[in-house]
């Protein structure tokens, strides 16, 4: 069983600080906007002694652990649903996605620039959830108008699912 967890958030935020911590890589986490420009990978094994006792009872000689593969995924910028920035590359990471982890800048530190000039996580959340939203309802619409076009031919399943 595994799981893939997007770690999300603006440049500079702390991303690539934290997949570092999980996944113990060293990949770059420098204080200026989009360091990591394509995704950094990593698994991690999730650790349950359960395994070994379950796997002596059944009488299995390997076992193999669930694991969490982490994607530190390019910093997000406004207008990244329009494809601004690394808008098309981020998005289509996060689709891949079973969960995503938004990381927030709540710290000042003068030699790390803010993509906006000031730290604001409420502004900076509001940011990413709005740019999440416009690439949903993009994705929508796109999937509607071919839905549409069936509908016309007298497809059933197109009508039912517009």
Known sequence: MSLTCGIIGLPNAGKSTLFNALT?????????????????????????????????????SQTTPAYIKFVDI????????????????????????????????????????????????????ELVELELVMADISTVETRMAKLGRKQKSGDKIACQEL
């Open 24 to 60: 113990k890589a060293c990949v770059a986490a420098e204080p200026y906007p989009f360091c990591t420009i394509e995704a950094n990978t990593g698994v991690v094994a999730v650790p349950d002694p359960r395994l070994s006792q379950v796997a002596s009872v059944a009488g299995c």
């Open 74 to 125: 390019a910093g997000l910028v406004k207008g990244a649903s329009h494809g601004e920035g690394l808008g098309n590359r981020f998005l289509a990471k996060i689709r891949e996605a079973d969960l995503l982890v938004h990381v927030l800048r709540v710290f000042e530190a003068s030699g790390v620039s803010h993509v906006y000039g000031t730290v604001d996580p409420l502004r900076d959340l």
